[in-house]
T-cell receptor, first 118, second 114 residues
Framework: DADVTQTPRNRITKTGKRIMLECSQT?????MYWYRQDPGLGLRLIYY???????NKGEISDGYSVSRQAQAKFSLSLESAIPNQTALYFC?????????????????FGPGTRLTVL | SQELEQSPQSLIVQEGKNLTINCTSS?????LYWYKQKYGEGLIFLMM?????EEKSHEKITAKLDEKKQQSSLHITASQPSHAGIYLC??????????????FGTGTLLAVQP
């Protein structure tokens, strides 16, 4: 079974609709992240959470919101979807190790959710 | 502008040929990750480099980190069709406090012709 799962895997919706993407992990990691991937732009961080009570905006948080329902679950919402939010969305997890500035935490990614907004 | 630049953006090679993908940072690298992605799928962790001059190999893939140049290279020897995909480099950022944000390069699309 996959350690990081995302639902749905594919979604087509219309402009103005509210959409929720869900991420679950069984790795026991405390940190979770949401990224979007667009051709030519690579991966960009939307939101990240260091634990259930700690949620932070990433590079491109406008138009998105998140909820960390439990350590294992981190959902991403598009309150009113627009076409330029069409992208591949990835959830990732990592675990805090050792010190802060010198810790290199490997991130584990989910399989991605392909979202199309018409 | 992108903090991590990858080159080339795309690459087509004949099966059996060697190839190199480069990742250059505009800032000091504190750790460099290489991932592979099949079209429309998730990311597969390949390897991570931490120290200047470090070199790691896994099967036919070798990655090196040159901190002075703020650059990493990924070399594939005797390429096979199974190597085809998008290769992404990622680097850890330090933006005040303790973070584990990874910034990513734009990716290199590799096609291997049989």
């Amino acid at each position: 079974d996959a350690d990081v799962t995302q639902t749905p895997r594919n979604r087509i919706t219309k402009t103005g609709k509210r959409i929720m993407l869900e991420c679950s992990q069984t790795k026991g990691h405390d940190r979770m992240y949401w990224y979007r991937q667009d051709p030519g732009l690579g991966l960009r961080l939307i939101y990240y959470s260091f634990d259930v009570k700690d949620i932070n905006k990433g590079e491109i948080s406008d138009g998105y919101s998140v909820s960390r329902q439990a350590q294992a679950k981190f959902s991403l919402s598009l309150e009113s979807a627009i076409p330029n939010q069409t992208a591949l969305y990835f959830c990732a997890t990592s675990v805090t190790q050792g010190g802060q500035r010198t810790s290199y935490n490997e991130q584990f990614f989910g399989p991605g959710t392909r979202l199309t907004v018409l | 502008s992108q903090e991590l630049e990858q080159s080339p953006q795309s690459l087509i090679v004949q099966e059996g040929k060697n190839l190199t993908i480069n990742c250059t940072s505009s800032k000091t690298l504190y750790g460099l990750y290489w991932y592979k992605q099949k079209y429309g799928e998730g990311l597969i962790f390949l390897m991570m480099l931490q120290k200047g001059g470090e070199e790691k190999s896994h099967e036919k893939i070798t990655a090196k980190l040159d901190e002075k140049k703020q650059q990493s290279s990924l070399h594939i020897t005797a390429s096979q069709p199974s190597h085809a995909g998008i290769y992404l480099c990622g680097a850890r950022t330090l933006s005040g406090g303790a973070t584990n944000k990874l910034i990513f390069g734009t990716g290199t699309l590799l096609a291997v012709q049989p």
